[in-house]
C-alpha cells in the first residue's frame, strides 16, 4: 500500500555533488518525519539527517555542513544534498518515514523503507 523509492545514486568524484531523491507513494494520509540513513561496507547503518513536516531537520555530526535534507509535503518526497562528497560517503543510502495510511475506511501507521541507493565516491 505504501512505497518509498529512492533515486539519484551513482558513481561522483571526491569534491563533486549529487541529489538522492526519496518518493513515497500509495494511501498515504501523513508523514511526519522521513530519515535518511546510510550503511557504508563493514559498518552499522547510521542515521544522516532527517526532516518533519514543519521543515524542522537534525543532522549527524560527521556530515553537518555538507549534506542538506528538504522535503516537498505535497509530493511526499524527501532529498538529500550531498556536496563536498569525499570516499568516506560511500554506501548505500536509504530513506526511511513512519508512514500513516488509510485503507478503507479504517488508518494505520506503519514504518516504510525503501530499497536503497548505492552512492560511491572515487577517482
Known amino acids: 500500500q505504501v512505497q518509498l523509492v529512492e533515486s539519484g545514486g551513482g558513481l561522483v568524484q571526491p569534491g563533486g555533488s549529487l541529489r538522492l531523491s526519496c518518493a513515497a507513494s500509495?494511501?498515504?494520509?501523513?508523514?511526519?518525519?522521513m530519515n535518511w540513513y546510510r550503511q557504508a561496507p563493514g559498518k552499522e547503518r547510521e542515521l544522516v539527517a532527517h526532516?518533519?513536516?514543519?521543515?524542522?531537520?537534525n543532522y549527524a555530526d560527521s556530515v553537518k555542513v555538507r549534506f542538506t535534507i528538504s522535503r516537498d509535503n505535497a509530493n511526499n518526497t524527501v532529498y538529500l544534498q550531498i556536496n563536498s562528497v569525499k570516499p568516506e560517503d560511500t554506501a548505500v543510502y536509504s530513506c526511511?518515514?513512519?508512514?500513516?495510511?488509510?485503507?478503507?475506511?479504517?488508518?494505520?501507521?506503519?514504518?516504510?523503507w525503501g530499497q536503497g541507493t548505492q552512492v560511491t565516491v572515487s577517482s
Open positions: 526511511n518515514a513512519p508512514v500513516q495510511y488509510y485503507s478503507g475506511s479504517d488508518y494505520y501507521s506503519s514504518h516504510y
Open positions: 500509495g494511501s498515504i494520509f501523513n508523514i511526519n518525519v
Open positions: 526532516i518533519t513536516s514543519g521543515g524542522f531537520t
